[in-house]
């Protein structure tokens, strides 16, 4: 499966410049793992965010967020965000900080 280079260079800029940033390619897409943490990823034209056990009924709350599920078993604490809101930098922004605030909370690997 290929992913959405466009979204994943969005990704990018919105990270910024990090030395604890890296890029891995899994899930048939590209992760970016901060720490050594897996934050949030492109899979095909979708992003997928770890938002925590904690946030996880919140995120899902919102209109473009579905539980991320690729074996038939949806994975605690992430979401699968689709649709036209990822084109806005704001939601993409709200993802992508959600995301940080949890993984920040975790060891570095």
Same mark, same amino acid.
């Given at each position: 499966m290929t992913y959405?280079?466009?979204?994943?260079?969005r990704i990018r800029e919105q990270l910024g410049?990090? &030395?604890d940033l890296t890029e891995k390619r899994m899930f048939g897409g590209l992760s970016f793992l901060v720490g050594g943490n897996m934050t949030v990823g492109v899979v095909g034209d979708e992003l997928i965010s770890r938002v925590? &056990?904690?946030q996880a009924e919140k995120a899902l709350a919102r /209109?473009?967020?579905r539980p991320m599920d690729f074996t038939g078993r949806p994975m605690r604490g992430w979401?699968?965000?689709?649709? /036209?809101a990822l084109t806005q930098d704001s939601v993409l922004h709200?993802?992508?900080t959600t995301a940080l605030a949890f993984t920040g909370t975790l060891p570095p690997k």
């Amino acid at each position: 499966m290929t992913y959405d280079e466009g979204l994943a260079q969005r990704i990018r800029e919105q990270l910024g410049e990090r &030395p604890d940033l890296t890029e891995k390619r899994m899930f048939g897409g590209l992760s970016f793992l901060v720490g050594g943490n897996m934050t949030v990823g492109v899979v095909g034209d979708e992003l997928i965010s770890r938002v925590g &056990p904690d946030q996880a009924e919140k995120a899902l709350a919102r /209109p473009e967020a579905r539980p991320m599920d690729f074996t038939g078993r949806p994975m605690r604490g992430w979401v699968t965000v689709s649709g /036209p809101a990822l084109t806005q930098d704001s939601v993409l922004h709200h993802w992508i900080t959600t995301a940080l605030a949890f993984t920040g909370t975790l060891p570095p690997k």
